[in-house]
């Protein structure tokens, strides 16, 4: 199965209560876009590796078992400035933010990374461009 197969199947269960797309997802699917202040989805990988957590997220991409991470690994990760702004549109806590993450990064990073390596950009925005879609 392609990446934009495994992404459509993984959109049915990213939906809102309401069928709409949540503001965590809209602005994770926005951190995972080339054009973020992550440096999209390479720059998100790198960001947890840096910040010492590159077994875990080494896992996610791998073609492997997914290892989990904490609320505190995602703050670590991804920082508490940028945690504050994925919180910001949704009116949650940073909190929240970091225990909603621990359960979609992985999967989402895994659908995005097929055969435990990266893809093209062009494929990227593509697979991104179907998650707005299926889930808009």
Known sequence: MGLLDQLGQAAAGMKGVEGNQSPLMQAVIGLLGQNSPVGGLGGLIQAF???????IVN?????????????EQIQQGLGSDLLKKLAAPSGVSSETV?????NLLPGLIDKLTPDGKMPDTKLIKQGLNLLRGKLG
């Open 98 to 102: 970091s225990s909603q993450l621990t």
């Open 59 to 71: 896992s996610w991409v791998s073609t492997g078992k997914n290892l989990p991470i904490s609320p």
């Open 49 to 55: 590796q840096k910040n010492g957590l590159a077994d």
